[in-house]
């Protein structure tokens, strides 16, 4: 099970949730203040909904989730492999869940992560990831900050 995640900023969650429930044919698998997200099957693809973390419209950040910490280690070792600066988070508490993860930045500084869920949270700890890897608040640093850091990003 591997889908793509595509993370939105909006303003209006409450619009935001109506309008992709109609797109998609689908009510959300997670809402929270300020927050929401819809698992959906066809297309396979993981929605999440931000609210007041940047520009309406625009783009939060991108991953690919999947089943196991496993798959997260074995993304980790290729995209090591491919030269490519990767930042790891694990049992993080992130978007209203526990999840391990590797981040790697593409061109532009737009963050993709590779991300398992663990647990359901009922709160965030730390603040979300902006898109500009120097963006300030963020659940994690860029690979570039982490490859630095003596303690963990969050």
């Given amino acids: ?14 619009q935001a949730v109506t309008f992709y429930s109609k797109l ?11 927050y929401a997200n819809f698992t ?3 297309p396979p693809l993981k ?23 496993e798959e997260v280690g ?6 090591s492999a491919e030269g490519l ?3 790891n988070e694990d049992e993080v508490s992130c978007c209203f869940a526990v999840q391990d993860k590797v981040w790697v930045d593409g061109p532009g500084g737009v963050p993709w992560e590779v991300y398992t869920v663990l647990a359901d949270v009922e709160h965030p700890a730390g603040a979300l990831r902006d898109a500009a890897p120097d963006g300030g608040a963020c659940a994690c640093a860029t690979p570039a900050e982490a490859a630095g850091a003596e303690a963990g990003c969050c």
Avoid: W, Y
Wanted: hydrophobic residues 50%; without cysteine.
């Fill in 1 to 14: 099970m591997s889908r793509i995640q595509l993370a939105l900023n909006v303003d209006d969650l409450g």
């Fill in 24 to 34: 998609f044919a689908a009510e959300p698998a997670k809402v929270r203040p300020g």
């Fill in 40 to 42: 959906i099957a066809d």
């Fill in 47 to 69: 929605l999440v909904l931000m609210e007041g973390q940047g520009p309406a419209g625009s783009l939060n950040h991108l991953g690919v989730e999947v089943a196991s910490t």
């Fill in 74 to 79: 074995a993304a980790t070792a290729r995209l």
């Fill in 85 to 87: 600066p990767t930042a």
